[in-house]
């Protein structure tokens, strides 16, 4: 039996739609004296091979150049700025203690570390492990649940990459690749997170999709799995 959720759940969306499942001769040998000229332009050749030297030269100072540009979006992304408080909508931990449904707001901080993040979660007492969610700038979430060894997140946009460090941090931990800042928004990471507490991947990714701000579809998905009352009470941002 799930922690999260011990009630029956009705799904997300309904309405779901599944898909129906003879040759030519070979030219004459070249004349003896055209090879012989072949020979005799050895100066000239000499001349070409400089010029190669020269062309493998810029070939190397623009693969380096180029090896600098990719060097230079690198520290751009790690050079994102922290989100501040102001910016960070909550950071909510739910658990179950010994039959208790328990959620705690968690250091607002910890929206911007994601491998600091995991390590709290872990140090609480949940008898199967717990759920990290954090909103950023009303904009986007991330959920973590963190079950002993196994670590599963999910990114509500990972276009947000771009922008904000606990996005890029979980492409990171994930081996994506963050999208170009000009494409649709796309969610990414583990979709069956909350699938034991009734939530599918379907209905994950759907949440994902709503247009409305992702602190409230937070609280939507912790009343989904039966932590609706807590989750409100540790979310300064929702009550």
């Known amino acids: 039996m799930c922690p999260f959720n011990d009630e029956d759940v009705d799904p997300f969306d309904e309405d779901r739609v599944e898909a129906p499942a003879g040759p030519d001769e070979a030219a004459d040998a070249l004349p003896d004296e055209d090879y012989d000229d072949l020979d005799d332009d050895t100066a000239e050749y000499d001349g070409d091979d400089d010029a190669d030297e020269d062309s493998e030269d810029d070939s190397d100072a623009d693969d380096e150049d180029d090896e600098v540009g990719d060097e230079d979006d690198y520290d751009d992304l790690d050079d994102l700025e922290d989100a501040v408080d102001d910016e960070i909508d909550l950071v ?3 658990y179950n203690d010994d039959g208790e449904r ?4 968690l250091d607002k901080q910890l929206a911007n570390d994601l491998d600091e993040l995991i390590t ?7 008898d199967a492990g717990a759920v990290g969610m954090v909103s950023i700038d009303h904009q986007f979430f991330v959920i973590v649940r963190v079950r002993g060894r196994h670590v599963g997140v999910f990114l509500s946009d990972a276009v947000e990459g ?3 460090p606990i996005a890029r941090d979980v492409a990171d931990y994930l081996g994506e690749d963050i ?5 649709d928004p796309e969610a990414m990471g583990d979709f069956a997170l909350l699938s034991d507490a009734g939530i599918s991947e379907f209905d994950l990714e759907a949440f994902a999709d709503l247009d409305e701000d992702s602190d409230e579809v937070l609280a939507r998905i912790a009343r989904r799995i039966n932590y609706g009352r807590q989750f409100e009470h540790a979310s300064p941002s929702i009550r």
């Open 179 to 183: 999208p170009d800042p000009d494409d």
């Open 102 to 105: 328990i959620a705690v707001s």
């Open 120 to 126: 709290q979660l872990r140090r609480l007492p949940g």
């Open 92 to 94: 909510v931990a739910l």
């Open 162 to 164: 771009n922008d904000w």
